[in-house]
């Protein structure tokens, strides 16, 4: 027998109707964007780091027996120091540029946060939550740039 029009489903027909219905596509949220963007950054940076070591060590294997040959690799001056030398070094794919790109991809993803979220607070139309996160962008590149000079 099936219910009168005006009575509520059972909960087995609501449960039939709920698994039936192919699952809908979740809209981007600001919320879902930015841990997106928090997600993908960490990930990329532990993979250029994680690929970066194996380069290192699978290209000079004396690293695992020589402590000379350790204590060389991580000196402050064997590093790449600036962008150029970062990127010059991943084109000519070096291991410890490979590292270090994955910390520059590590620094720069919470500035990427801030920007993302004065774009969505932009879109929002707030006001004032926008020039806040303008102010904080500002900070952070200003900071950026007066780091670099020595």
Do not use: N
Not at 29 to 53: A, F, H, K, N, Y
């Amino acid at each position: 027998m099936t219910p009168a029009p005006s009575e509520p489903p059972s909960l087995q027909e609501t449960a039939a109707a709920t698994t039936a219905v192919p699952s809908e596509v979740i809209p981007l949220t600001p919320e879902l964007l930015i841990s997106q963007l928090l997600r993908g950054g960490v990930l990329l940076s532990l993979s250029l780091v994680i690929c970066g070591m194996v380069m290192t060590f699978f290209r000079h294997p004396d690293y695992f027996s020589s402590p000379d040959a350790l204590q060389r690799l991580t000196s402050p001056d064997s590093a790449p120091h600036r962008l150029p030398d970062v990127f010059e070094g991943v084109m000519a794919v070096r291991g410890q540029s490979f590292v270090m790109a994955g910390l520059l991809v590590m620094i720069t993803v919470p500035v990427l946060r801030v920007a993302l979220s004065l774009g969505i607070f932009r879109a929002q139309k707030d006001r004032t939550f926008a020039a806040i996160t303008t102010s904080v962008l500002a900070l952070l590149l200003l900071a950026f740039l007066l780091g670099g000079v020595e």
